[in-house]
C-alpha cells in the first residue's frame, strides 16, 4: 500500500487495535426515508463524537453533515435501484471518483450481488472501483448484499467475501452467521460485520461481541444504533465491546447505566442542545 491508501485506511480500521466502529447511515441509497432516519441530521448529531467513521451517500454526507466534523467518510458510490423497483441487484456506480476525492472520502463503499442475476455487473463494477481507488490511493469497502434467496451462512458469505478480496476490496463488510470465523479465515483482508434489522440491546451488543470474537475487525452498524430508543447509549456500550475487549454483561450495563442519564432531564436537556447542529 501507498502512503495515501495506508493513511486513508487508518481512518477507517483503527491501527492501534485494528479494529473499527463505522455507524452506517446509507440505508436510503435504495428504501427512502427509513424509520429513524427520516430527519438524517437529527439522528446523525449526536451519535457523530461517537463513531469512528460514517458510512452514507454523498446526499446524506453534503446536506446533514456539516463539512467542520472531523470524521473520517465512507462514501457509498453504488446504488441506482429502490425498493420498489425491478431488482434491487442491478445497482451500478453512480458517484465518480472525482466527487469522491472532493468529498474528501477516506473509502468507498459499493455492494456486490454474488449469486443474483446482475451478479457480473456488480463485481465489475467492483473491479472497475478498485482500480480508480488504487489510482488515487483510497481503499474499497465491498458489501456483500444478500439477495432474499441467499442463505445467509458460512458457505455463501464465504464465497462472496472471498470473490471481493479477490478482486480487491481493501475491507469487506458482511453478515455474522454461524461459524463466522470460517469466513474470516479464507478472506485475506479485515472483514467488518453489519448489524442487520433492530435486534433487542442485549441481542445486538452480543452480535457484535461475537462478531468481533471470532475474527471481525469491527462493525457497520445502523439500525441497532439508532432505531434504540437511547442511540448514544448503544453506540457507547458497541464501541467498548470493539475497542475495550469488553463482554457483553459489562457492555449492557454500560447501556443501561447511559440509558439511565439519558433519562435524566437535565442530561436530556444537555443532549439535545448538543444534538444539534448549529
Ligand atoms: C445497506 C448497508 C448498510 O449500511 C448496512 O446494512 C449496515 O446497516 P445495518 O446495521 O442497519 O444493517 O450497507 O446495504
Redesign the pocket.
Known amino acids: 500500500m501507498d502512503w495515501g491508501m495506508k493513511n486513508r485506511f487508518s481512518k477507517i480500521i483503527r491501527p492501534e487495535d485494528g479494529r473499527c466502529l463505522m455507524l452506517?447511515?446509507?440505508?436510503g441509497?435504495?428504501l427512502g426515508p427509513t424509520e429513524r432516519l427520516e430527519d438524517a441530521r437529527k439522528t446523525i448529531a449526536p451519535l457523530l463524537p461517537h463513531a469512528d467513521s460514517l458510512?452514507l451517500t454523498r446526499g446524506i454526507l453534503r446536506n446533514c453533515v456539516p463539512a467542520d466534523r472531523n470524521i473520517p467518510v465512507v462514501l457509498?458510490v453504488s446504488g441506482g435501484t429502490s425498493i420498489i423497483g425491478e431488482d434491487l441487484s442491478k445497482e451500478t456506480i453512480t458517484t465518480s471518483i472525482e466527487e469522491s476525492i472532493k468529498l474528501n472520502a477516506s473509502c468507498l463503499?459499493l455492494?456486490i450481488f454474488v449469486g443474483s442475476k446482475y451478479e457480473h455487473q456488480t463485481l465489475a463494477s467492483l473491479g472497475k472501483l478498485v482500480d480508480e481507488g488504487e489510482k488515487y490511493g483510497i481503499p474499497v469497502l465491498a458489501?456483500t448484499?444478500v439477495g432474499k434467496e441467499m442463505a445467509r451462512d458460512a458457505r455463501y458469505l464465504g464465497l462472496a467475501c472471498r470473490v471481493a478480496a479477490e478482486l480487491g476490496a481493501h475491507v469487506v463488510?458482511t453478515y455474522y452467521c454461524e461459524n463466522f470465523e470460517q469466513v474470516v479465515e479464507s478472506c485475506p483482508v479485515p472483514l467488518i460485520v453489519?448489524?442487520?434489522?433492530k435486534l433487542p440491546e442485549l441481542d445486538a451488543l452480543k452480535l457484535a461481541y461475537d462478531s468481533v470474537k471470532y475474527g471481525a475487525a469491527g462493525?457497520?452498524?445502523?439500525?441497532?444504533?439508532w432505531q434504540s430508543d437511547y442511540p448514544v447509549a448503544m453506540i457507547k456500550a458497541v464501541k467498548a465491546i470493539v475497542h475495550e475487549d469488553i463482554d457483553v454483561k459489562q457492555a449492557y450495563s454500560i447501556f443501561l447505566k447511559e440509558r439511565e442519564k439519558a433519562k435524566d432531564p437535565k442530561a436530556k436537556k444537555a443532549l439535545t442542545q448538543t444534538a444539534a447542529f448549529d
Do not use: E, L, P, T
Request: aromatic share 8%; net charge positive; proline share 0%.
Open positions: 452506517a447511515v446509507d440505508h441509497y435504495f458510512m457509498r463503499a455492494s458489501v448484499a463488510k453489519a448489524g442487520g434489522k462493525v457497520d452498524m445502523g439500525r441497532n444504533i
